[in-house]
Nanobody
């Protein structure tokens, strides 16, 4: 079993910045990738950004140039630096940890609210 915990959400004005953190622990012997997803009310969960252990990244078109995903020195941590936030970025942000063998673990989510 693995545990995934996010932190760093909150309320921010449009144009502001937030940094989300995610740490995975437990039976995480081989992480393939970690990523951030978000789900707004009434919408499906969508990919925001993802980074592999090799350092490859991909982003949703809507956040390119504004958000940056990075890994900590410990390969089981990942961050999401969000800048130039827009009200449309308001959602619950979830961290996803992808292990070998197609095992996937999700965090409980952290709320990000951007006021106009």
């Amino acid at each position: 079993q693995a545990q995934v915990v996010e932190s760093g959400g909150g309320l921010v004005q449009a144009g502001g910045s937030l940094r989300l953190s995610c740490a995975a622990s437990g039976s995480i012997f081989s992480i393939n990738a970690m990523g951030w997803y978000r789900q707004a009310p009434g919408k499906q969960r969508e990919l925001v950004a993802r980074i592999t252990t090799g350092g490859s990244t991909n982003y949703a078109d809507s956040v390119k140039g504004r958000f940056t995903i990075s890994r900590g020195n410990a390969k089981n941590t990942v961050y999401l630096q969000m800048s130039s936030l827009e009200p449309e970025d308001t959602a619950v942000y979830y961290c996803k940890c992808e292990l070998t063998g197609a095992r996937v673990y999700w965090g409980q989510g952290t709320q990000v609210t951007v006021s106009s």
